[in-house]
C-alpha cells in the first residue's frame, strides 16, 4: 500500500464528528500529508466551508491546491470558476485542477480546453482529474506541451499509472484520526508538495519603456506581466522583468513600438487588399446565404412593372372606350362600314385580353413575394464549442449556434450586463484571406453583440457592440 502525501478534499468531509469538525489539518501533516487540493466549487456554486479548509490548512502549513468540479448543462463555468477562486484568494502560481467524471455531454477534450487555457492566462498552473479510462480521449502531447498535471483515479490499481503525475489511489479509508471515509493521492512528479512561490509583479504593461541593460535576454521563463500566465517565450531588457512575445497557447504579443516597426513592410500588402476589396460585388461571393436572388425572380413580374401594365391597360380601355363612341356616331352616317355589333366584338376581345394580362402579371408577382418571404437562412447547432480560424471558413456567409463561453472565455472585465447570456448566434462574412464575425447573444436580457475581423489564422479581439437607449 502506498503511503499518501496529498489528499483531497471537499464538502462532504465538512461532517460533524461527535460534535467537532472531522478535519485536523495539523494530524494530517502529522500523517504524511503536505498538500491538499480543495474542491472551490461545483458548477456555479462555491464549495460550502471551503474557506474554512483554507484557513485550517495554511495554518498547518500544508501546500493548497484547488479544483472545480465540472457539472453538466451549466453554463459560464469558466467565467464563475476564475471569479470564485479570485474571490477565495486562490494563490497564483498554485495548481488548479477540472474535475471531470460521470456522464458528460460533447468533446471532454474542448470543454478542458477552454478551462484550462483560461485558468493558465489568470496565473494559475493546471490539471485535471479523470480516471484511467478518460484519459485515452485526450492528446497527451498537448498536456505537456501546456504543462498539465495529470491527477488520474485508478483505484483498482497495484501500482500508479505510467501517465500519472498525481495518482489517486484509495477512498475508502480513513487517515490519522480522520475515521471517515478519505480520497488519497501520491504526488509522483512532485510539483504539488513544493512550496508555491508568488509571481514578481513588478510591472503590467508590456509597452512600458524599459531601458537595456546588462543580463537582457530572449529565452523561454514566466513572465513578470499580468498578461498570460504558463512558461513562454519572453524578452528581458535587464535581465528581471520578462515581456512575454509567445504565450503557451500559440498567441504572439505585440507592443506599439513593433507596430511601429512592422508598419513600412505592411503597407503596400494593406494598400492592395484594400483596393481588392473594394471592387468586391454581390457576384464573387460564394457560398451566400438561402435568400431570393434577382436570378430567381426571372420570369416574374416586378412591382412596378405590373403598375406600368396596369396604366398602360387603363389607358388602352379609355381610348377603346372612346373610340366606341365615335364608332356608334359614325355607324349611323357610314352604315355598313362598321357595325355597332362589330365594334362590340372587338372590345370585349380587347378588355379580356388586357384582363389576362392583369390577371397574369398579379400572379407573377405574388409567385415572387411567397420566394422572397418563405427564404430562410439556416443556423448551423451542430457544434457550440469550436472556434474556427478565419481561413478555415470558405468564402461566403454562415451562421452558427455558439456557447459564448467558448468564444469569449473571459468577460469579466466587461461591464455586468455585457456578462450576461451564454448561447448565441455567430455569423461570419468571409472573402478572400479576411472575415468578419458577429456574435449575437440570445439569452440576455440587454441585446448584446460583439464584433471582430480576422486575417488567415488570427482573429482580432472582439469589440463590444449596443444599445444605449431603452424604449418603454
Known sequence: MPSPNVVDLSEYQTKAVNGKMDIDFANLKANGIQAVILRLGHGTTRDNGVE???????????????YHFYEAGINNQVEWSIQNAKELG???????????????????????????????????NVGLYASLSKYSQFDLNEFKTNEVYKWVAAWDAEHAPEIADVWQYNCL?????????????VDITGKLIQKIEAPGKLETDPDGQYKIKAGAFVGFDYSTTDIIGGKMLVSSPNGVDKIPKLG???SFFFNREDAHRMLP????????????????????????PDLVLRSDLSGYAKLDTVDAVKATAESALSSAEKAQSTANANSKKFGDYVTTDKWQEY????????????????????????????????IDVSDEMTVKKPSEYSEGFFHELKQVAAMIPDRSGLDKSAQAGSIAVLSTMSYGNYARQTLKVLDSQRPMTFIRNGSGDTWYPWETVTTTITVD
Not at 55 to 64: D, P
Not at 173 to 185: A, E, F, Q, R
Open 265 to 288: 513592410y505592411l503597407k503596400d500588402f494593406i494598400t492592395q487588399q484594400i483596393q481588392a476589396a473594394r471592387l468586391l460585388t454581390w457576384d464573387n461571393i460564394k457560398g451566400k
Open 52 to 66: 474554512h479548509f483554507i484557513g485550517q490548512a495554511q495554518r498547518a502549513g500544508l501546500v493548497i491546491h484547488g
Open 90 to 124: 486562490f494563490a497564483a502560481n498554485a495548481y488548479y485542477f477540472l474535475d471531470m467524471e460521470g456522464k458528460i455531454s460533447g468533446k471532454w477534450p474542448e470543454i478542458f480546453r477552454a478551462f484550462y487555457r483560461n485558468w493558465k492566462m489568470a496565473g494559475w
Open 173 to 185: 479509508t480513513g487517515l490519522g484520526k480522520y475515521s471517515l471515509k478519505l480520497d488519497k493521492d
Open 248 to 250: 503557451p497557447d500559440g
Open 347 to 378: 372590345n370585349t376581345a380587347l378588355e379580356s385580353a388586357i384582363a389576362s394580362q392583369m390577371d397574369g402579371c398579379t400572379k407573377k408577382t405574388e409567385n415572387a413575394l411567397a420566394i422572397a418571404k418563405s427564404a430562410k437562412t439556416t
